[in-house]
């Protein structure tokens, strides 16, 4: 059996319990990659053994390049995470003629074309199963299992610690900062959370996915994004209560007409739709395609070891390709630099809304507000009038809810603009998307 | 762009299903695959043309050796299904040194060792994604995704029709035989539903799934097979009101300690089990790894275009490495002819219990039976008395509910058995098993 070297960059949590898996299912992993998998050398600022882990100081490098030009090393694997010097390492390991595995979902959002291209020109491989929903093999079942299929649609709680703060807000009442705050206490959030809260690691993670449903590179910047540090608990309750509908932060991509449409936002679901038992760390990933009709991946999207184990078995593909002399003849995702993708302007997306507003007590208010939806187009699906009277900061009002049919995003903002700048309204009107 | 041959055999449902999407998705097929798909020829019992399909009477063989022979095909897909002639022809084709593609779970599971060796020795391919989970990628999961998991659990709602009878029971509380007409008119039972109603469908697919987790084949013979035949909705009706739970027929693959337990029987869930929301021809599969934790794959399990979805997915991987010349150098699953697998004895199955006993209505007779199972070491979660009284055929009787602990299989078999004998009991004991 010949024996396949791996240089690990970044000892942190996922890269711990890589080296974890490697020892404890040594056997295993022979067997299914056909090899000896090897741990050559490790990477990190710190350099320090770890005798849990079997690792002497002396097996450590705070430079990478030592990795790079270690012939031993056939197989680099990044888990350090963010844009730099991630990205460099990344190509410096394709053009010294390593293959790459990687967890990280920013660099591969942000550079995916610089990557792929750089990875076929030098006929390396770069696997990245643990990007996008941790240890839920979504990026195989995409690329591979589906690829028979023209995807239709995606749609993903791709956020772990979101997430978790939602579950708590709904099935514990609690407001944002508290469950925050305990988010953080159960180790689901870090202490600068707002990657994850502003709906940026959703978005990374749901270019990735798009821009291999779709065959051509879908940017962060082509997807508009909102996260979920403003939700009031109050739209929670009230949408559940009047509605009966639930909220998760969705990444959702779709296909029409050879435009792809591209969004990240907290969006309301019916009762009874299956990602509303999504909980906590939890993600799930809906794809729609053309012959298969829903296929649903679900499973932990956070957490040490299922991102761990996304990342072994990674590694185990990559090495049995090394083994048998296969590697790089074909890229991992088939991908063409030349094929560009036409995003559907964020103005012409068709979807249903929740909208609250807040407004003086009086009567004409109901007609002054739909008269103006439906100046704009804004059909009304239904309209409630919760009689919650909130005095708060500003002094006595009324609330309006409504749901609205499939509408133009464009004409919901204009309409709830006009709304927002007339003397009857108290506050910034509430719009939160309804999916189905 | 070089162009790969393909020699399909079966032109029913599902292979039709395949021609349709080839012609549909040319473009983005080929982009994938990295080459041009091409049917070259076709093998089916009747010689005729399918103008819908694009296919002439002259593009149809009844013999399939005309494909074997034919020098521009490099991929046979069988699709007609069975144990004969599909494993000759599978075993043909490869020595032939063709690929193969198949959605035949029977073949695999019967002939497993056969084919991959085969397969092996002569460095082709044979991919089957449609064979389990029909358009869910759950192989690809397994298989690839998963590799860096030792497998713990494997836990499966695997087969549609029984899945739509028992939907139609338990939500239109419909008996068995009503249930079982309506799936045959909604043509999700076939004339002769035997194969799915009595379990061996799930346990083909279970076979496959084990062997594929395990690393060594799982034969059906070694499956414990239960169907849904003798289901009464009586049970049904009671369990989910006195034991809060739901009914489903469930493939259960297990490792501990070195032996494997595979499994196939209707078992109850617990209200609220994500199972219990996979209706009608869906599909979903649990797989539980080391480090991944829990995963579940979902999605439609039958029908014609979710299986040619798979079917053709694996056509563009196959063609890919074909047009790339590395088709068959590392085989598809990882298998050793020589690594066996030891089963665990039924009897030693642990699983908790749902135990119907019907006897004359007189004190005593639960004192009785819970003396016998406690000689047994059937130890009793909860027992319920429900008022129910069937007058019936048998007279006036009255029936008691026992929930188990987990108890070992043989030790709840003897009790029942002994149990039967007694003269308080009326009718044959009711044993369906609980899972988790």
Redesign the interface.
């Known amino acids: 059996m010949k024996s396949i070297g791996i240089g690990l960059i970044g000892l942190g949590t996922v890269g711990s319990?890589a080296v974890k898996?490697i020892r404890?299912?040594k056997e295993?992993?022979s067997?299914?990659a056909?090899c000896h998998v090897r741990l050559v050398r490790f990477c990190d600022k710190f350099i320090r053994s770890k005798p849990d882990l079997g690792i002497r100081s002396g097996d450590v490098t705070s430079d990478y390049h030592d990795l790079l030009k270690n012939r031993d090393i056939d197989i680099i694997v990044e888990l350090i995470g963010g844009y730099e010097p991630a990205r460099t390492m990344i190509l410096d390991a394709l053009r010294a003629g390593k293959h790459v595995v990687t967890a990280n979902k920013a660099v591969l959002a942000k550079y995916w074309d610089e990557i792929l291209s750089t990875a076929q020109k030098h006929k390396r491989l770069v696997y990245f199963?643990a990007a996008v929903g941790?240890?839920?093999?979504v990026?195989?079942?995409l690329n591979?299992?589906?690829?028979?299929?023209?995807i239709a649609k995606i749609m993903g709680v791709l956020n772990g610690t979101t997430n978790f703060i939602l579950t708590k807000m709904s099935e514990e009442n609690m407001k944002f900062s508290d469950a925050l705050e305990t988010a953080r206490k159960a180790g689901f959030a870090e202490a600068n959370p707002a990657y994850d809260i502003e709906g940026l690691d959703t978005a990374h993670k749901l270019s990735i996915l798009s821009s291999i449903a779709f065959?051509a590179w879908v940017k962060i910047s082509d997807i508009p994004t909102e996260g979920i540090a403003k939700l009031d608990l109050f739209d929670l309750q009230l949408a559940e209560r009047e509605f009966g509908l639930g909220l998760k932060l969705l990444g959702i991509a779709k296909e029409n007409r050879g435009k792809v449409e591209a969004r990240v936002h907290p969006a309301f679901l019916p009762i009874g739709h299956?990602f509303l038992?999504v909980k906590n760390e939890y993600n799930a990933i809906l794809i729609e395609?053309?012959?298969?009709?829903?296929?649903?991946?679900?499973?932990?999207g956070a957490g040490q070891?299922?991102a761990?184990?996304?990342?072994?078995?990674d590694?185990?593909?990559v090495a049995?390709?090394v083994a048998?002399?296969?590697a790089g003849?074909?890229p991992y995702v088939?991908y063409?630099e030349k094929r560009k993708i036409k995003m559907l302007k964020a103005d012409d997306s068709l979807c249903k809304y929740y909208l609250r507003f807040t407004t003086k007590d009086r009567s004409g208010v109901l007609a002054k507000i739909s008269g103006l939806l439906g100046r704009y187009r804004v059909s009304i699906d239904s309209v409630f009038q919760p009689t919650v009277i909130d005095e708060g900061k500003i002094g006595p009002h009324a609330h309006i809810l409504v749901a609205t049919h499939a509408v133009r995003e464009g004409s919901v903002r204009k309409a709830v603009r006009q709304i927002d700048g007339l003397s009857i309204t108290k506050a910034k009107t509430v719009v939160i998307r309804i999916e189905d």
Request: hydrophobic share 35%; net charge neutral.
């Open positions: 319990g898996i404890r299912n295993m992993i067997r299914r056909g199963e941790g240890g839920v093999p990026i195989q079942g591979e299992g589906l690829a028979g299929n023209r065959g299956p038992s395609g053309d012959s298969v009709d829903d296929v649903i991946f679900y499973g932990k070891m299922p761990a184990s996304a990342v072994v078995s590694i185990i593909f049995r390709h048998e002399g296969t003849r074909l088939t063409d």
